[in-house]
């Protein structure tokens, strides 16, 4: 242990720092186990664990985004970055017993409060969740997000020349994931009336699966609220592919902080920052986001909104270069970017979403299926409706009549609101739903889908799950 950390100077920043120590232990002291108590003590027994195991997580993240800031800030000022280099201990040691003591710190300080609460109440809170939860599985993923998080920050610490590209550079990087998830979610909702028949939640799927899929391996804050929610609400979702993404891509970060400050000059502490991975990428993926925005709208607002993201486009160049300076390259990468943007837009239109959104959801892990039939102007789920439903064991041919229904009923859709609404809610096994409504023809639709309501009204179909309410 000694080969890769220096007791003597670990010792020291316990002795020097314990000021930060005791800040941070009773910051965590205040927000976690006082707070749990007293909502504790006011009633809120299953609120106040939850609350406790999401404040840790919350805690965790925040020192392990600031404790690094503030200990590799030496590496700013050209000075102390001298002093530093300087010392009787080798830039290897030196990196590992700093970056043992952020660890130290900021476990000790969440994971003590954690536990001091969980050992007081562990009899009365929450019966909900089992001794493996709250000693286990919520205290590992709190260390997981406490580990990984700051092996991330220290590598943008090591990598960024000056404070402010620090703050700057790791804003970005935590906000760009979810600048793109709004982008094509909002794109998605805005141009889906384009390519589909009806009115529903199509994309709800898609934002449960594909879009929550791209944020568990973009934001690490993401997947570890995720899996705590999940956690709570007992409701198991395997998360072990991303878990495994973020712990090779800490690993790795941290690899090549190390390597890079073993290699740092001193010379370029105060200096802009200019590795890839942090203007470049935040601009470039800001600046696309925003794009996916504007092309949301329509009219002249499209052609105002892209005017105002050029110019932040502009301004987050000269801010990252410390000096204003307009050439062709910078607006040429713009235009790239306005031409990608537009062409994954027309695409995605053209193909009906890449032929993810479907008029017919998929048919795999349904619980249930509703059909039903009102006016206008009735209520979705009102009294005098034809509704059948089918919920139960072993029907999957059920379903598949269902779905051979809905498909051949896409040839007679309207636009008329004047004509009967069909609504098609197919509920899953996971808690959600795919929900699909289209107007036809009241004498199209009583003779293509009186057929299938007529079927279904039989007792035998009744005592295999299905209930129907048909005049």
Request: aromatic content about 16%; glycine content about 6%.
């Given at each position: 242990?000694?080969?890769i950390i220096?007791?003597?100077?670990?010792?020291?920043?316990?002795?020097?720092?314990?000021?930060i120590l005791?800040?941070?232990?009773?910051?965590?002291?205040?927000?976690i186990?006082?707070?749990?108590?007293?909502?504790?003590?006011?009633?809120?027994?299953?609120?106040?664990?939850?609350y406790v195991?999401?404040m840790?997580?919350?805690?965790?993240?925040?020192f392990s985004?600031?404790?690094p800031?503030?200990?590799f800030?030496?590496?700013?000022?050209k000075?102390?970055?001298?002093?530093?280099?300087?010392?009787p201990?080798?830039?290897e040691k030196?990196?590992?017993?700093?970056?043992?003591?952020?660890?130290?710190?900021?476990?000790?300080?969440?994971?003590?409060?954690?536990?001091l609460?969980?050992?007081?109440?562990?009899?009365?809170?929450?019966?909900?969740?089992?001794?493996?939860?709250?000693?286990?599985?919520?205290p590992?993923i709190?260390?997981?997000?406490?580990?990984?998080?700051?092996?991330?920050?220290?590598?943008i610490?090591?990598?960024?020349?000056?404070i402010?590209?620090?703050?700057?550079?790791?804003g970005?990087?935590?906000l760009?994931p979810?600048?793109?998830?709004?982008a094509?979610?909002t794109?998605l909702?805005?141009?889906i009336?384009?390519?589909?028949?009806?009115?529903?939640?199509?994309?709800?799927m898609l934002?449960?699966?594909?879009?929550?899929d791209?944020?568990e391996?973009?934001?690490l804050?993401?997947v570890?609220?995720?899996i705590?929610k999940?956690i709570l609400?007992?409701?198991?979702?395997?998360h072990g592919t991303?878990?495994i993404?973020w712990i090779?891509l800490?690993?790795?970060?941290?690899y090549?902080s190390?390597?890079?400050f073993t290699?740092r000059?001193?010379?370029?502490?105060g200096?802009?920052?200019?590795?890839?991975?942090g203007?470049?990428?935040?601009?470039?993926?800001?600046?696309?986001?925003?794009?996916f925005?504007?092309?949301s709208?329509s009219?002249?607002t499209?052609v105002v909104?892209?005017?105002?993201?050029?110019m932040?486009?502009?301004?987050?160049?000269?801010f990252?270069?410390?000096?204003?300076?307009?050439n062709?390259k910078?607006i040429?990468l713009?235009?790239v970017?306005?031409?990608?943007?537009?062409?994954?837009g027309?695409?995605?239109?053209q193909?009906?979403?890449?032929h993810?959104?479907?008029e017919?959801p998929d048919?795999?892990?349904?619980?249930?299926?509703?059909?039903?039939?009102?006016?206008?102007?009735?209520p979705?789920?009102?009294?005098?409706v034809?509704?059948?439903?089918?919920?139960?064991?072993?029907l999957d041919?059920?379903?598949?009549d269902?779905?051979?229904?809905?498909?051949?009923l896409?040839?007679?859709t309207?636009?008329?609101?004047?004509?009967?609404?069909?609504a098609f809610?197919y509920y899953?096994?996971n808690?959600?739903?795919?929900?699909?409504?289209?107007y036809v023809?009241?004498?199209?639709l009583?003779s293509?889908?009186?057929?299938?309501?007529?079927?279904?009204?039989?007792?035998?179909y009744?005592?295999?799950g299905v209930?129907?309410?048909?005049?």
């Amino acid at each position: 242990m000694n080969k890769i950390i220096d007791r003597n100077y670990l010792n020291y920043l316990f002795k020097s720092k314990k000021s930060i120590l005791i800040l941070l232990f009773m910051i965590s002291f205040v927000c976690i186990p006082f707070i749990g108590v007293l909502l504790h003590s006011s009633g809120s027994d299953d609120f106040s664990i939850m609350y406790v195991i999401v404040m840790s997580n919350i805690i965790g993240i925040l020192f392990s985004i600031g404790l690094p800031i503030y200990l590799f800030e030496m590496l700013y000022h050209k000075t102390s970055c001298d002093l530093y280099f300087s010392l009787p201990i080798k830039r290897e040691k030196l990196f590992c017993t700093i970056s043992l003591y952020n660890l130290i710190v900021v476990i000790s300080c969440v994971l003590v409060n954690y536990f001091l609460y969980i050992g007081l109440f562990s009899n009365s809170i929450h019966p909900g969740l089992s001794w493996v939860v709250r000693y286990v599985y919520s205290p590992s993923i709190i260390l997981f997000s406490i580990i990984c998080m700051q092996m991330l920050v220290t590598f943008i610490c090591i990598r960024s020349n000056n404070i402010l590209d620090t703050l700057f550079i790791l804003g970005g990087h935590l906000l760009a994931p979810f600048i793109i998830y709004a982008a094509v979610n909002t794109f998605l909702w805005t141009q889906i009336e384009r390519f589909v028949l009806g009115t529903g939640n199509y994309i709800s799927m898609l934002v449960d699966s594909l879009f929550v899929d791209f944020l568990e391996y973009t934001s690490l804050p993401f997947v570890s609220f995720s899996i705590i929610k999940d956690i709570l609400s007992n409701h198991y979702v395997y998360h072990g592919t991303s878990y495994i993404f973020w712990i090779i891509l800490s690993i790795g970060a941290w690899y090549l902080s190390y390597r890079y400050f073993t290699k740092r000059k001193a010379e370029a502490s105060g200096k802009r920052t200019d590795f890839v991975l942090g203007y470049p990428y935040i601009i470039v993926v800001v600046t696309l986001g925003l794009i996916f925005l504007a092309l949301s709208l329509s009219g002249t607002t499209v052609v105002v909104c892209l005017t105002v993201i050029f110019m932040l486009y502009l301004f987050m160049i000269f801010f990252s270069k410390r000096r204003i300076a307009l050439n062709f390259k910078m607006i040429g990468l713009f235009a790239v970017l306005l031409v990608i943007s537009y062409s994954i837009g027309y695409a995605c239109v053209q193909t009906r979403g890449f032929h993810m959104i479907k008029e017919v959801p998929d048919m795999q892990n349904l619980e249930s299926v509703r059909v039903q039939i009102n006016k206008y102007d009735e209520p979705l789920y009102g009294k005098d409706v034809y509704a059948i439903e089918i919920k139960g064991d072993d029907l999957d041919e059920l379903f598949k009549d269902t779905a051979n229904v809905h498909e051949k009923l896409l040839s007679y859709t309207s636009n008329s609101y004047e004509n009967l609404q069909i609504a098609f809610i197919y509920y899953y096994e996971n808690g959600t739903y795919s929900e699909r409504r289209y107007y036809v023809d009241e004498s199209l639709l009583k003779s293509f889908v009186g057929d299938y309501f007529k079927k279904y009204a039989d007792h035998k179909y009744q005592k295999k799950g299905v209930s129907v309410n048909y005049k």
